[in-house]
C-alpha cells in the first residue's frame, strides 16, 4: 500500500511557565517520539484513555498546532517546512471533524453559508450551488434545510453538516476526532455508518481517534493504541483483537462490558489514573499500571518493534 502520512519522531512539549515573568519551570509532555504511517484509502483507528495524546496527535498531523520537533510528510513533503500559501494547498486535502457538533459550527450563520465558507477561503467560485447540493445528498439531508441556522438540528444532524463542511472541497485525508462521543447511542451508528461509506465513495483516508473499541472494531482497518504520548501497538484489526500483545491493549479489551462472566478473573483491570504528562515515569510509561512490571521496565524504556507483518510493540516482554 502507499503511504500518504509518514510520521517521523514526533515530539510535542508544553511549557508550564510561573510567576508574573512567566518563567519556565517545566514542560508537558504531550507527545514523545511517535512513529506512524497511514496509508492511502484506509481508516487508521487511534485508541486510548483520555490524555493520552490522541487530539494532540491529530492536531500536529493537519498543523493546526506545531510540533516541537520530528517530521510529518504527507506524500514525501514535510508539511512542517511549508509556508502559509503551500499550507492552505495542504489543507484542502487534510481536515478536521470535530468532536463537539454543538460547538464547530458558527451559530449566526445559515447551513448554506457554513457550507459555502471553504470556497470562499479557497477562491472557488464555480458550481458552488451545485456542489452543496450534491453533498448535503451524500449526507442525507434535504436541501430545503439550507436556510436554516445549526440550533434548529439535532445533533446527530449537526456532525452530518459537519462532516459535509470537511468533505465538501473533495480532500484526500479527514481526521476524526471522537466525532460520535458527544451523540445519543441510536445516532452514533448512524454517523460510523456514514463515515465508511463516504470513505468508499470518496476514496478517503481517516485517521478516526476514538475510546471505543467497539467503535473502532467496526470502522478500522488498523489499530493504533496511545498511552502518556507514546505508540504501544500498531496493528491490522482482525490481528490487533485476536492476537493483541501489549498489556495496555488487553487492559482496554478487558475495560469493554460483557454479559457473560466467564474468565473474568483473568481480566487485566488498570488501577488508579494515567501518570501526569507534566511528570511521566521512567522507563516503560505504562509500568506503573501494569501487571507484569519487572525491574527492567522502571529502568529502561522499550522500543516500537516489529513482531509480525504490520504488527509492532512496545514492550519487554515481547
Known amino acids: 500500500m502507499k503511504k500518504l502520512f509518514e510520521i517521523k519522531e514526533l515530539n510535542m512539549r508544553y511549557p508550564v511557565t510561573n510567576g508574573l515573568m512567566g518563567n519556565i519551570t517545566g514542560y508537558v509532555y504531550a507527545l514523545n517520539n511517535i512513529n506512524l504511517d497511514i496509508y492511502e484509502n484506509e481508516i487508521l483507528g487511534l485508541v486510548g484513555e483520555s490524555g493520552s495524546g490522541k487530539s494532540t496527535l491529530g492536531n500536529c498531523i493537519l498543523k493546526l498546532i506545531t510540533p516541537t520537533s520530528g517530521k510529518i510528510l504527507f506524500e514525501n513533503e514535510n508539511i512542517l517546512e511549508k509556508n502559509k500559501k503551500q499550507l492552505k494547498n495542504f489543507r484542502r486535502n487534510a481536515q478536521l471533524v470535530f468532536q463537539n457538533p454543538y460547538m464547530s459550527l458558527n451559530p449566526r450563520m445559515k447551513i448554506y453559508d457554513i457550507l459555502k465558507e471553504p470556497f470562499i477561503v479557497h477562491g472557488i467560485h464555480d458550481n458552488i450551488d451545485e456542489k452543496i447540493k450534491n453533498i448535503m445528498f451524500l449526507i442525507g439531508m434535504n436541501i430545503d434545510v439550507l436556510n436554516r441556522y445549526p440550533h434548529e438540528f439535532s445533533g446527530g444532524q449537526r456532525q452530518r453538516i459537519a462532516i459535509a463542511r470537511a468533505i465538501i472541497l473533495n480532500p484526500r485525508f479527514i481526521v476524526a476526532d471522537e466525532p460520535v462521543s458527544a451523540l445519543d447511542v441510536s445516532i452514533q451508528?448512524?454517523?460510523?455508518?456514514?463515515?465508511?461509506?463516504?470513505?468508499?465513495?470518496?476514496?478517503?483516508?481517516?485517521?478516526?481517534?476514538?475510546?471505543?473499541?467497539?467503535?473502532?472494531?467496526?470502522?478500522?482497518?488498523?489499530?493504533?493504541?496511545?498511552?502518556?504520548?507514546?505508540?504501544?501497538?500498531?496493528?491490522?484489526?482482525?490481528?490487533?483483537?485476536?492476537?493483541?500483545?501489549?498489556?495496555?491493549?488487553?487492559?482496554?479489551?478487558?475495560?469493554?462490558?460483557?454479559?457473560?462472566?466467564?474468565?473474568?478473573?483473568?481480566?487485566?483491570?488498570?488501577?488508579?489514573?494515567?501518570?501526569?504528562?507534566?511528570?511521566?515515569?521512567?522507563?516503560?510509561?505504562?509500568?506503573?499500571?501494569?501487571?507484569?512490571?519487572?525491574?527492567?521496565?522502571?529502568?529502561?524504556?522499550?522500543?516500537?518493534?516489529?513482531?509480525?507483518?504490520?504488527?509492532?510493540?512496545?514492550?519487554?516482554?515481547?
Do not use: W
Not at 465508511?196 to 489499530?223: A, E, G, V
Not at 454479559?259 to 515515569?281: A, H, Q, R, W
Not at 506503573?288 to 513482531?307: F, G, V
Open 189 to 318: 451508528a448512524q454517523i460510523v455508518n456514514l463515515l465508511t461509506d463516504l470513505k468508499k465513495h470518496l476514496n478517503l483516508t481517516m485517521l478516526f481517534i476514538s475510546h471505543d473499541l467497539s467503535i473502532i472494531k467496526y470502522i478500522s482497518d488498523r489499530i493504533a493504541v496511545m498511552y502518556l504520548g507514546e505508540i504501544l501497538e500498531i496493528a491490522e484489526k482482525n490481528d490487533f483483537f485476536n492476537n493483541h500483545k501489549h498489556p495496555y491493549s488487553q487492559a482496554l479489551l478487558d475495560a469493554v462490558p460483557v454479559i457473560s462472566e466467564e474468565n473474568k478473573s483473568k481480566k487485566i483491570i488498570l488501577e488508579g489514573d494515567l501518570p501526569s504528562p507534566n511528570n511521566p515515569p521512567k522507563g516503560c510509561k505504562f509500568h506503573t499500571r501494569c501487571p507484569y512490571c519487572s525491574e527492567k521496565c522502571k529502568k529502561e524504556l522499550p522500543e516500537l518493534k516489529q513482531i509480525s507483518e504490520n504488527h509492532f510493540v512496545r514492550c519487554f516482554l515481547i
